[in-house]
């Protein structure tokens, strides 16, 4: 069986790339950088259910996207994060959090109206990260 992105983050993303393990996915929510790696290992719901090595290089890629974001965009706050109530395909937000954002100092679920950045705004973002992004030496470019 074939990795496959489940509908719903397919649906709420763009495709920005990949790392040897994670997809990595822009959320088209508007209110700033989210970014989601989904480790590509079909049927896996939670982080210890990775193999030891898989969940090492995970933590390896997450660490590098997080490193990048902190410096591109200088947060107050990195935020990282497993719910997967609605999506059980296992993913990890990582969010640049703001004192200036609308959900401050909450958490962003339920704390947002929930609006997607127009098309054309995604897509400069998108290329905007996948440009930063491609300058880690493990990272692919959609």
């Known amino acids: 069986m074939a990795f496959e992105l489940h509908p719903r983050l397919e649906a709420d993303t763009t495709w920005l790339g990949d790392f040897l393990l994670c997809r990595v996915l822009l959320s088209k929510e ?21 193999s030891e090595a898989d969940q090492q ?24 994060g497993a719910l997967g109530n609605m999506v059980p395909q296992l993913h990890i937000h990582h969010i640049a959090r703001f004192q200036s954002d609308i959900a401050w100092p909450g958490p962003i679920w339920g704390n947002t109206p929930g609006i997607a950045r127009n098309k054309e705004d995604q897509d400069a973002m998108a290329f905007q990260w996948r440009q930063h992004l491609s300058e880690i030496s493990d990272f692919i470019a959609a």
């Open 57 to 80: 290089q995970f933590m390896r890629e997450s660490s590098l996207l997080a490193a990048k974001l902190e410096f591109l965009t200088r947060p107050d706050k990195l935020n990282m």
């Open 30 to 50: 508007d209110i700033g950088p989210w970014f989601i790696l989904v480790p590509k290992v079909v049927g896996v719901t939670e982080l210890h259910h990775l």
